[in-house]
């Protein structure tokens, strides 16, 4: 289905339909952030629960979704169980938006003139 005027593909329903459920899941500040801060590397359910500042179940809880949503991976280590996340895209849409309202918020940089 092409979009009127546009050139560009409108994508099939079921691709629409997955990609708001990531957002739905992605709409919540708790898992945001806990995607957030597995884009920045692996972690425990503890070391994300202290990094976050959420208790221990709820982070835990909200790990559940967002794997079951293929939004996060995880790995045994010993007792531990490991989250990543896997999925580049996922990586690159969070880092970018996050990236540039961090950018956005910030206060505008002075410049020097003359230098």
């Not at 692996?42 to 221990?56: F, Q, Y």
């Not at 949503?69 to 996922?90: H, K, M, T, W």
């Amino acid at each position: 289905m092409a979009a009127a005027g546009s050139g560009f593909e409108d994508p099939p329903a079921d691709v629409l339909d997955r990609a708001a459920a990531a957002f739905g899941l992605l709409a919540s500040p708790a898992r945001l952030h806990i995607v957030w801060a597995l884009t920045q590397g692996e972690s425990d359910v503890t070391g994300l629960a202290e990094r976050v500042g959420g208790a221990l179940p709820a982070v835990s809880q909200h790990l559940t979704k967002l794997k079951l949503a293929g939004l996060v991976g995880s790995r045994r280590e010993g007792r531990r169980q490991v989250y990543y996340v896997d999925d580049p895209d996922v990586v690159d849409v969070v880092r970018l938006l996050v990236g540039r309202l961090t950018d956005r918020a910030a206060p505008p940089r002075r410049r020097l003139h003359g230098l």
